[in-house]
């Protein structure tokens, strides 16, 4: 079994357990404060680490590459709500200029 | 109808990022039937592709997966009926078809907006990833000069970005791009990725030492 068949194996039954858990066992008793607060926050923390990487890793090295200024095109746009779409293409239109020029 | 729309063309983008991470059609496809929850397919791709751990792509998608958990206990009272009806509808628990559900007048009402929402971006998720991942496999030369190794980080970027509306949400994500950032040298692929939920003490610093710059 490959890596990627491992894990979306252990996904698939991680998720699936997360979805279902409220409708067929807990009901509608609220979540601790400080666990919504933790359950809200989680998703900002591994979203912006993993923007970070992407943006600026090389296998274990870290480099500002044309990617990089793909991507200040990107958070430019989505500061002005454009929509997904127009964002993913300023983002890589940008990218593939920026390798063009350099 | 927008709202299931505008899922499509992050399932195009997830489809190439798997294509290029090395992922078969069936893996890429049961990544979306199955696990079905954008950021967390996202997650693991990244990483794996990134030459991550099983053990680091798993942990970091299920971290960026237990918040359906809280999804799903505030759709619980909507979500009646038999168990086994209740466990299909379930695997549809989204933003998106919460997002619709909640704004709803009456209970029976919520659960079709829901229902609707749901099932309609499963349908088009999965159709798209198929499309992402047919006309992009083997394409690697185009992928990079068309820019669109940039795709799958700014698709993160999009979903990151409503998660920043509040100071202690923009906080936790400062850090934890740093902390990612300061480990990458030092660790295997991945590992950055869970040490960043570190970042969440960020948010929870005390208010007389989060200024501490004169202004």
């Known amino acids: ?102 | 109808m927008s709202i299931v729309l505008a899922v499509a063309p992050f399932a195009i983008v997830f489809g190439a990022a798997a294509a290029r991470t090395g992922l078969t059609f069936w893996e890429t496809v049961g990544f979306s039937a199955f696990v079905f929850a954008g950021s967390v397919q996202f997650a693991a791709v990244q990483i794996l592709g990134d030459g991550g751990s099983v053990a680091s792509a798993t942990i970091a998608g299920l971290l960026l997966g237990v918040r359906s958990l809280a999804f799903g206990i505030i759709l619980a009272p909507v979500l009646a009926g038999p168990w086994w009806k209740r466990m299909a509808m379930s695997q549809v628990v989204l933003d998106e078809s919460i997002a619709v559900g909640a704004v709803q007048p009456t209970r029976r009402w919520q659960r079709y907006g829901f229902l609707v929402t749901g099932v309609g971006v499963y349908v088009l998720w999965n159709i798209c990833t198929i499309v992402g991942f047919v006309v992009f496999s083997g394409a690697e030369e185009l992928v990079t000069d068309l820019g669109l190794d940039t795709a799958g980080p700014a698709a993160l970027l999009a979903l990151l970005w409503p998660r920043l509306s509040s100071p202690p949400q923009r906080r936790t994500a400062i850090a934890a791009g740093l902390i990612a950032l300061a480990c990458t040298p030092f660790m295997p692929a991945g590992v950055p990725i869970l040490l960043s939920m570190f970042g969440v003490a960020a948010a929870l610093l005390p208010p007389s030492l989060r200024r501490t710059r004169p202004t």
């Open chain 1, 1 to 102: 079994m490959s890596a990627a068949t491992a894990v979306l194996v252990l996904l698939t039954i991680g998720t699936y357990a997360f979805k279902s858990a409220g409708p067929l066992f807990v009901g509608a008793r609220p979540l601790p404060p400080r666990v919504q607060n933790l359950v809200d926050l989680l998703p900002a923390a591994l979203l912006a680490a993993l923007v970070a990487v992407s943006t600026f890793g090389v296998g274990e090295s870290l480099v500002v590459d044309a990617r990089a200024a793909g991507m200040v095109v990107a958070a430019l746009a989505l500061w002005r709500r454009v929509p997904f779409v127009i964002v993913i293409i300023l983002a890589s239109a940008t990218t593939a200029l920026v390798r063009l020029i350099a």
